[in-house]
């Protein structure tokens, strides 16, 4: 069974992703850090499901479908904006200051 | 060894990983350590009796989206020169942040089902622990009789019909969006 162990396994698994998008700079880690959330939220809809019947897992193809589709255009944007300023550093990245 | 002993290894080593993952300066062996957490987690799926998922999680996540990320940084050549970390204030912030959100998350770790069942207002501890939950027994049992992956398609097709074939709206415009952004000139 072990629900309490999985839940808090997801719990150290997303406090990790969110300080990661915290203390990286890099666009792309920024990107792989989501995922990282986003798997964390998906090990919660596992264990839950083992308790509350199948539609957990069938929510979690939805989340992975959601994140493809979210790493495609993020990534697709990093690219169009290396082109634009030759980095993918976010100190950089500050077209929106005025 | 029991499926305990297994899964608390399998959870240092994903927890471990992870924190490789946001720490490593090189980019390349960031995501590298990022995957090994998600083959961590396919299988912990496998130990929580997901085995479909974690299939699921070793195809598209380990495979696709990673590979996705592997092949711009490397199209990109980015990850030379210095560090992208963050100072030492905003370390601390993260630090704080972090440890304020564990802080709520941490009771999550004394969920159990016999928790779960009093919340519900059902007869807990009335002989095992999955008393309170019917649905929690069908999908225990659904895999026995139909498969694993057929315990699975049952509620995705019928259920959750409409949200799948939404899905594949998203996708495609995920796929058109990424064409038109990632071109140089239309």
């Known amino acids: ?98 | 060894m029991s499926a305990e002993v297994v899964f608390y290894l399998l959870a240092g080593f994903a927890v471990v990983s992870a924190l490789l993952c946001i720490t490593q300066r090189n980019i390349i062996a960031s995501a590298m350590w990022l995957v090994s957490t998600m083959f961590s987690l396919a299988a912990i799926y496998v130990i929580l009796n997901a085995q479909f998922i974690a299939a699921i999680q070793v195809l598209v996540y380990a495979g696709a989206v990673m590979v996705l990320f592997l092949f711009v940084i490397m199209l990109l050549n980015v990850g030379r020169g210095g560090s992208d970390l963050r100072g030492a204030p905003v370390r601390l912030v993260a630090v704080l942040i972090g440890g304020g959100l564990l802080a709520q998350l941490f009771l999550l770790g004394r969920v159990t089902p016999g928790g779960m069942a009093v919340l519900r207002g059902a007869a807990a501890g009335a002989g095992s622990p999955m008393a309170g939950f019917p649905e929690g027994q069908v999908a225990m049992s659904a895999p026995a009789a139909q498969g694993v992956v057929g315990a699975i398609a049952e509620p995705l097709f019928r259920q959750y019909l409409v949200p799948f074939e939404l899905t594949s709206i998203l996708l495609l415009a995920a796929a058109v969006g990424a064409v038109v952004l990632a071109k140089r000139k239309l």
């Open chain 1, 1 to 98: 069974m072990l629900l309490g162990p999985s839940l808090l396994l997801s719990a150290l698994l997303f406090t990790i992703g969110v300080a990661g998008v915290v203390i990286r700079r890099n666009a792309i880690v920024l990107f792989m850090c989501v995922e990282l959330m986003l798997n964390a939220v998906n090990l919660t809809f596992v264990a839950l499901s083992q308790v509350l019947g199948l539609a957990g897992q069938v929510i979690v193809f939805f989340v992975m479908t959601v994140a493809a589709a979210e790493a495609a255009v993020g990534l697709a944007i990093i690219l169009a904006v290396f082109r634009h300023t030759r980095s993918v550093d976010l100190k950089n990245i500050n077209l929106l200051q005025g």
